[in-house]
């Protein structure tokens, strides 16, 4: 298995723009989640789908975030209008009930 | 609700220290626990884990028992290497279902040669 894919890897891109990040988690796996990595912060969990279904997006910042899972093997999160606070890293997790995450390599944002 | 707590970093030894990272955690009804390591770069990957009390997870050369009379979880390594320099995450997992993780804020780990 080639564990969880995020795309892109870094992603530059200017103040107001749309950024959307892609995840495909592991085969089989139910469940999946969103999270935002920063210094100030650490890790904190934007969102979560299990069975395609979004169950708490509570973490979600503000409505210019936003996140679908249309299928069991893809979702994405998307930034409208991208601000420089949103920079961050952002990882992508899959799991199997409670068996503990497998994460992806994360997308490292910048917003100018 | 839950919570875990970390000893704060950076924690800097030598090669071949012990170490020992504390974690302690705040949770309802009877948890899973897990250490998880984040190497520069990368995303963070299992280390270890413990689905309960007085289980122990143990995984290249690290342990950590579940403790629940004193609600901890702590790290340890009898020879740390150069290669575990990293930063390592405690976390919780309470739920019956698919719900998500809950972690601590992170150890920064540096060792020297």
């Known amino acids: 298995d080639a564990g969880v894919i995020q795309s892109p890897r870094h992603e530059v891109t200017e103040m107001g723009q749309e950024v959307t990040l892609r995840c495909k988690p592991i085969s089989g796996h139910n469940s999946l989640f969103w999270y935002r990595q920063t210094m100030m912060r650490g890790l904190e969990l934007l969102i979560y789908?299990?069975?395609?279904?979004?169950?708490?997006d509570s973490g979600m910042p503000e409505d210019r975030f936003s996140a679908k899972m249309p299928n069991a093997s893809f979702s994405t999160l998307k930034i409208q209008p991208s601000e420089p606070r949103d920079s961050a890293v952002y990882f992508c997790?899959?799991?199997?009930?409670?068996?503990?995450?497998?994460f992806g390599s994360g997308t490292r944002l910048t917003v100018v | 609700g839950n919570s875990v707590t970390q000893m704060e970093g950076p924690v800097t030894l030598s090669e071949e220290a012990f170490l020992t990272i504390n974690c302690t955690y705040t949770?309802?009804?009877?948890?899973?626990l897990f250490w998880y390591v984040q190497y520069p770069g990368e995303g963070l990957q299992l280390l270890l884990k413990?689905?309960?009390?007085?289980d122990k997870g143990s995984n290249k050369g690290f342990e950590a028992t579940y403790r629940k009379e004193t609600t901890s979880f702590h790290l340890e390594k009898g020879s740390v290497q150069v290669s575990d320099s990293a930063v390592y995450f405690c976390a919780l997992h309470s739920g019956g279902g698919a719900d998500g993780l809950t972690f601590g804020k992170g150890t920064h780990l540096i060792i020297q040669p």
């Open positions: 789908f299990n069975n395609n279904v979004p169950i708490d």
């Open positions: 997790a899959s799991s199997l009930g409670r068996e503990g995450y497998t």
């Open positions: 949770a309802t009804g009877y948890p899973s």
């Open positions: 413990a689905t309960k009390a007085d």
